[in-house]
């Protein structure tokens, strides 16, 4: 009788503890940090809830951020900078490394575009202040051209590759996995890629408001070990990982393995490196009058949380 007391009273406790526990709105794009730590068993044991919600895109996803809907979230270095400039009360609380070989620009593979000098005159797609747009602007000032000698298409990835497959325009600045897609279905060939152009960061974004709560913050600080882990795992295991990042994200498994292995991504702190890279970004977006006013960005990062590279919850 009393062994079935103890047992009740233990899942009456663990029922409370549940009902208790701090939850994450997590806001995460199509096949990443979800899909990641799904496969890298990250999501298991946790002392927290996560509320996942899934956006196409930066652009809705910082527009969740800055609304408070969402707690924490993924998002680029250009459309973060949009939202703190926009006023946004939100914090970039670690960064993801990664190599930008698959931002680029793209052209057909029948197309007589050589380089970008040859862009002059020409029409290009792609997002506006997206990563895509800032490697555009980076490529043809590097090819003494001006943004004004190009014809801009400011179109979604999936408009921007049929407006490209049919002529609609000369050229498409995009990223992975889309890049990696036109490559393995033949349908563009880069043209120039974002390596010495691009950052290649990536940032976990949180609100004040999340990072004001206490047990918020500590579940974040967990968060992120995890991710981490995650990712670490996935970069051990390229070839299982990205099976299962094809079938999320629909893709060919061959497109969505030359996605995840040439990014070669790694989750950090943040550290005064990555502030400056953010403001010689930030820089460069106001001086093409993308960000209206100069902006600091030290105020936009917080160091309260870390990187563990080896963490406990790496299994």
């Known amino acids: 009788m009393m062994k079935n007391q103890l047992i009740a009273l233990s899942l009456l406790l663990a029922g409370i503890t549940s009902a208790q526990a701090v939850t994450l709105r997590i806001a995460d794009q199509k096949g990443n940090m979800h899909a990641e730590m ?17 956006f196409p895109a930066a652009a809705p996803l910082a527009e969740a951020l800055n609304a408070g809907a969402v707690d924490a979230g993924i998002i680029g270095d250009a459309p973060l900078l949009f939202s703190l400039a926009a006023g946004a009360q939100v914090k970039a609380v670690a960064v993801s490394k990664s190599v930008p070989t698959g931002t680029a620009l793209l052209v057909r ?26 490697l555009a602007l980076k490529a043809l000032e590097q090819a003494g051209v001006s943004d004004k000698d190009v014809k801009w298409r400011f179109l979604t ?22 890049t990696a897609l036109a490559e393995v279905t033949q349908s563009g060939r880069i043209l120039v890629n974002g390596q010495g152009l691009a950052t290649g960061n990536s940032f976990l974004a949180a609100t004040d408001a999340a990072l004001a709560d206490n047990e918020k913050r500590a579940a974040l600080q967990d968060y992120i070990n995890r991710l981490a882990a995650a990712d670490r795992w996935a970069n051990s295991h390229v070839k299982d990982y990205s099976q299962t990042l094809a079938k999320i994200i629909g893709f060919p498994a061959a497109a969505a393995e030359k996605a995840f292995s040439r990014r070669q991504s790694h989750w950090q702190s943040i550290d005064d490196a990555t502030q400056q890279q953010q403001q010689q970004t930030a820089d460069f977006y106001h001086k093409y009058g993308l960000i209206q006013k100069s902006l600091d ?3 936009t990062f917080y160091r309260g949380l870390t990187v563990a590279q080896n963490s406990a919850s790496a299994k």
């Open 157 to 178: 990835p999936s408009d921007a590759r049929i407006a490209l497959d049919s002529h609609s325009v000369d050229a498409w600045a995009t990223w992975d996995p889309y």
């Open 38 to 54: 799904e496969a890298a068993n990250q999501l298991q044991n946790l002392s927290y809830n996560i509320e996942w919600s899934e």
């Open 109 to 134: 593979t029948d197309s007589a575009i050589k380089n970008a000098a040859e862009l002059k005159g020409k029409r290009i797609a792609t997002g506006r202040g997206s990563i895509g747009h800032f």
């Open 297 to 299: 960005v030290k105020p």
